[in-house]
């Protein structure tokens, strides 16, 4: 009989730790998995699954006005913020189902509360009592962060917008990243006044210039108040500051009711306890910038950035070193300062995106359980950003390649069909970053509706390290928007 109770145990119930306690268990392994929250982590439970109905959900209204363009008597009322967010919490609920019965048909035993570590192969469980295992996983992923500023806790962050009770008329978005950003234009396709204040002189800093460039134009247009260079100075309560003119002005975006007090979280959606909701707080929310403005918000949302979750976790009493961050160390094969524990996923903050994370798990399960020599393969991961237009990237942008070698790049920028024809401004933008010398594609990138669709596909021939001249080999198809991307004979520019 084994001198551990487990082969393997999971911390973390995220789409990392279940695919990595499903794949062990596939090998034989006695697993087990601590989850306090919710099966299914912050993608499914309060990440990119609910974000991208509502995206889903927010888009309706332009297809709407583009059917009355192309001749339809289309109409449409107004958005029911409660009837939608009943429907979505019924999927979250589904889908944590869909998670727990995959670990109950691969054998993982499920433990409903949080764990921590008290050694190399101990861990002590919150509801009573300790297991030992062989191997330890660390996947307790990330939470978002407030800024360290008086009020901050009045705001929101990305987990409290599934929780909302109503629409908002107004919302300020502080932070131009990815998360910023998508939900700027979700709120803004569903009727609320949006503002964003950024820091720096961009929205979407790391990607590619050209392209984020033409995401905040299309953001304008689409009535988003982008301030950059700005911040808050501070923040609080609107009763003592009567006198500034709300945004908005303090009423439903979807029913003109007045907006009341944000509804507490609902507990079965609760994110991880470290990351505070500030459900509490009351609004509308005074804020003053540093360039001098003042005005009222019916909601704050932090978009400034996440955090690992590492917090009394016991990793310092085991031994298991931490980078600047909070970050779990690890190697290329996921495996900590401490030879019995590993760490996948944003806990780890290298990539943090959930296919990474599940490739990771599969990684971690083919060195450990399997035999075989398996590191993590971080190299040209395909993203994608929800904005609308939708912003797909693959590779390197064109300022990182300039930086290592000489580079042709090859874009198409236009107005697509569907958009020309009924006189709407939305454009593509398709671009190429191609080596000089070796004419492999460096780089492509997708502005573009369904452009999440579009570069997973690409992203398969820039992994595979395919030439300009092997995609210019391909037949186009015609009349789309990607047969441009086949078709560009001559670069932009060189350099």
């Not at 932070?175 to 006044?193: H, K, Q, R, S, W």
């Not at 003592?240 to 959606?269: F, I, M, Q």
């Not at 492999?440 to 395919?466: F, P, R, S, T, Y």
Request: hydrophobic content about 40%; aromatic content about 6%; overall charge negative.
């Amino acid at each position: 009989m084994s001198e551990f109770d487990y082969d393997l145990f999971v911390i973390g119930g995220g789409s990392g730790g279940v695919r990595a306690a499903r794949t062990a268990a596939a090998t034989g392994a006695r697993v087990a998995l601590a989850e306090e929250s919710r099966l299914g982590g912050t993608c499914v439970i309060r990440g990119c699954v609910p974000k991208k109905l509502m995206v889903y959900a927010s888009e309706f209204a332009d297809t709407v006005e583009a059917a009355r363009d192309y001749g339809w008597d289309a109409q449409l009322g107004g958005f029911d913020w409660t009837r939608f967010r009943h429907r979505l919490h019924g999927e979250l609920d589904r889908l944590e189902g869909v998670y727990r019965a995959m670990l109950e048909r691969s054998e993982v035993r499920i433990f409903d509360t949080r764990a921590r570590l008290t050694g190399p192969h101990e861990v002590a469980l919150a509801e009573g009592g300790s297991v030992s295992a062989k191997h330890i996983l660390i996947a307790t992923g990330g939470s978002p962060v407030r800024p360290a500023l008086e009020h901050a806790d009045l705001g929101l962050v990305s987990n409290d917008m599934f929780l909302l009770d109503r629409l908002p008329a107004s919302l300020l978005i502080v932070g131009g990243g990815y998360i910023g950003c998508e939900f700027a234009c979700i709120m803004a396709g569903l009727g609320v006044d949006v503002t964003m204040f950024l820091r720096g002189g961009q929205i979407l800093n790391g990607f590619d210039d050209e392209c984020r460039g033409l995401v905040a134009e299309m953001m304008h247009e689409r009535g988003i108040d982008i301030h950059t260079g700005t911040s808050i100075v501070a923040m609080g309560p609107s009763g003592d500051h009567e006198d500034v003119r709300p945004v908005g002005a303090g009423s439903d975006a979807a029913t003109g009711a007045p907006v009341g007090p944000r509804a507490a979280p609902d507990p079965a959606l609760e994110g991880n306890p470290k990351s505070e909701t500030g459900a509490e707080a009351g609004c509308p929310l005074w804020v003053q910038s540093t360039t001098g403005r003042e005005a009222v918000y019916d909601h704050v949302l932090f978009a400034t950035g996440r955090a690992p979750n590492t917090g009394d976790l016991g990793l310092d009493a085991a031994g298991v070193e931490l980078g600047r961050s909070g970050e779990v160390v690890v190697d290329a094969y996921s495996q900590s300062s401490v030879p019995s524990i590993y760490a996948i996923g944003d806990v780890t903050d290298r990539v943090a995106l959930t296919p990474v994370a599940i490739r990771e798990g599969m990684a971690f399960t083919r060195t450990v359980f399997q035999g075989e020599d398996c590191p993590v393969d971080h190299d040209l991961i395909p993203s994608a950003v929800f904005t609308q237009p939708q912003l797909g990237t693959v590779g390197l942008t064109e300022e990182e390649a300039r930086t290592r070698c000489e580079i042709d790049v090859y874009c198409a920028a236009f107005r697509p069909m569907h958009s020309a024809f009924i006189g709407r401004p939305g454009r593509t933008l398709l671009k190429l970053v191609v080596n000089r010398e070796t004419r492999v594609v460096m780089g492509a990138h997708i502005v573009a509706d369904d452009a999440g669709e579009m570069i997973q596909l690409i992203g398969i021939a820039v992994k595979n390290k395919l030439t300009k001249e092997q995609f210019d080999a391909t037949c186009a198809v015609h009349p789309t928007m990607m047969e441009e991307l086949v078709t560009m004979s001559q670069p932009a520019r060189s350099g």
